[in-house]
C-alpha cells in the first residue's frame, strides 16, 4: 500500500539534535530556537517569531493576545481543521463561518462582509494547501472596520500573495499575527510543532510573556529586567532545543523539499489534466493572486457517491488517498449553538475533495502507479 504520507528525514536532524544535548541546554529558547527564528526573519520577512509546541498551541496563544472574550465574533470558513476555531471557542468566542469560494476551498472574500457585526473583533484566513486567501481583500476589510487579521499559515510555508502591483509577500507575514504548522503531515516538520508569527510591533512583548507562562522570563533573560515574575496571563507554549534543533535541519533543507514536493504536484497536475477535463474531475486551481507550495494535491469528484467511489478503486490499487473536512459548522458541537446556514460550496469539498499521497520519498514509480490508477478509474 502507498500510504497517505511519509514523514521526511534529511539525515541532518540526529547531528542538531546531538549538539543541543551536548550543549546541556535542552529546555526551549535556546541556541537552535533563536535559529529558527531568525531563518524566518530572514527568509520571509516575517517580524518577531516564537516556536511553538504545535499550530494549535499558536492559535491559542492568538486568541489570548487578542483578548479575545465570551461575546466576541471571529469570522473564519467552515472548511479548515479544528483548531483553528477551537482556540477562539475556548476563550468563549462566537465563530462566524464563512462559505468558501468556487473555485477553491479558501474563505470566499466577498461574503465576509455581510457578516461583520460591531463584536466582530477578527478575521481568520486559512491559506488552504499552501494556496493564499485574497489577503489584500481581507486586509483592506480589517482595516476599514478596525479587526485584526490571524493568518492559519499551517500549510503555507514558503507560499506567496501577490499583489495587483505584483510584489510578492510570504504568507505568514501579511496578518498582525500568523500561525504555522510543522506536524509530521507538514511540508517541514518536527514531528509536532508551530510557531506563531507576530507582525503587529504592538504584540511583541506581551506575546513573549504569555509563551513564557505568564512571566518576563525572556526579558529576563536578556538582563532588561533584573528578576523575573508573574506579570500576565500564559501557558507553557515553547517547544524544547530538542525539537527546535531538529526543525533546524528541515529548514536548512526548505529549497530541496520544496522542489521535490512541486515536481511530485506538477507529474500528478501534467498527468491527470486531460482525464479530469474528460471526466469533469476539478483539479487544483490557483487564483492569479497566489502562488502553489505542492503541500497537498487535490482533486474535487462531483460528490460523496463518486468520491467513495475513486477512494475505493484507488485502495484496491494499493493506493492510500483520504478526504477531508468535515465542515466545522455541521460538526456536532458548532451544530448546538443553532447555527443553521447551508455553505454551499464548503459542504462540497467535504463531500467531494480527494487528496492523493503527497511526500518528498514517493519515488517515481509510486508516483506513476497512482497517475495510472486514477486514470483506470471507470466513472
Ligand atoms: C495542521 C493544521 C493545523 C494544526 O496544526 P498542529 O501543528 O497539528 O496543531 C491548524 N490549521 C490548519 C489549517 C492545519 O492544516
Known amino acids: 500500500m502507498i500510504p497517505f504520507n511519509k514523514p521526511h528525514l534529511t539525515g541532518e536532524e540526529f547531528g542538531y539534535i546531538q549538539d543541543a544535548v551536548n550543549s546541556g541546554h535542552l529546555s526551549g529558547n535556546g541556541k537552535y530556537t533563536r535559529l529558527c527564528h531568525a531563518f524566518f526573519k530572514e527568509r520571509f520577512g516575517f517580524g518577531k517569531c516564537l516556536l511553538t509546541t504545535s499550530c494549535t498551541d499558536a492559535l491559542e496563544m492568538a486568541a489570548i493576545l ?17 483548531s483553528t476555531a477551537n482556540a477562539f471557542a475556548l476563550r468563549k468566542a462566537r465563530i462566524v463561518f464563512v462559505d468558501s469560494r468556487e473555485d477553491c476551498p479558501n474563505m470566499d472574500e466577498s461574503q465576509i462582509e455581510a457578516l461583520i457585526t460591531k463584536k466582530t473583533k477578527a478575521i481568520v484566513p486559512v491559506h488552504y494547501a499552501g494556496v493564499a486567501c485574497d489577503m489584500g481583500a481581507i486586509m483592506k476589510l480589517a482595516d476599514k472596520y478596525g479587526l485584526f487579521v490571524v493568518e492559519d499559515a499551517a500549510q503555507a510555508i514558503d507560499s506567496y500573495y501577490v499583489d495587483p502591483a505584483g510584489n510578492k509577500r510570504a504568507l505568514g507575514s501579511i496578518g498582525h499575527l500568523a500561525t504555522f504548522s510543522f506536524h509530521e503531515t507538514k511540508n517541514i516538520i518536527s514531528g509536532e510543532g508551530g510557531m506563531l508569527v507576530i507582525n503587529d510591533p504592538r504584540f511583541y512583548e506581551r506575546a513573549e510573556i504569555i509563551w513564557e507562562k505568564g512571566t518576563n522570563r525572556s526579558a529576563f533573560f536578556r538582563n532588561e529586567v533584573n528578576k523575573y515574575e508573574w506579570v500576565d496571563v500564559g501557558s507553557s ?21 520544496q522542489q521535490q514536493r512541486q515536481r511530485i504536484w506538477n507529474t500528478y497536475y501534467n498527468e491527470l489534466k486531460a482525464w479530469a477535463m474528460d471526466h469533469q474531475i476539478q483539479l487544483p486551481i490557483v487564483p492569479e493572486y497566489a502562488t502553489n507550495n505542492a503541500h497537498l494535491f487535490y482533486m474535487v469528484s462531483n460528490g460523496e457517491e463518486q468520491r467513495d467511489f475513486i477512494i475505493k478503486h484507488l485502495r484496491n490499487n494499493g493506493v492510500l488517498a483520504i478526504f477531508h473536512y468535515i465542515s466545522l459548522h ?31 520519498g514517493l519515488s517515481k514509480k509510486e508516483l506513476h502507479h497512482i497517475v495510472n490508477s486514477v486514470r483506470s478509474v471507470r466513472l
Do not use: N, W
Open 66 to 82: 487578542l483578548d479575545i472574550k465570551e461575546g466576541d465574533e471571529v469570522i473564519m470558513p467552515s472548511y479548515t481543521f479544528v
Open 237 to 257: 507554549f515553547l517547544p524544547s532545543e530538542i525539537i527546535a534543533s531538529f526543525l533546524y535541519a528541515q529548514l536548512k533543507a526548505l529549497k530541496v523539499i
Open 330 to 360: 455541521k460538526s456536532p458541537f458548532y451544530s448546538a449553538t443553532g447555527d443553521v446556514r447551508v455553505l454551499k460550496e464548503c459542504e462540497h469539498y467535504s463531500d467531494a475533495l480527494i487528496r492523493l499521497p503527497l511526500f518528498y
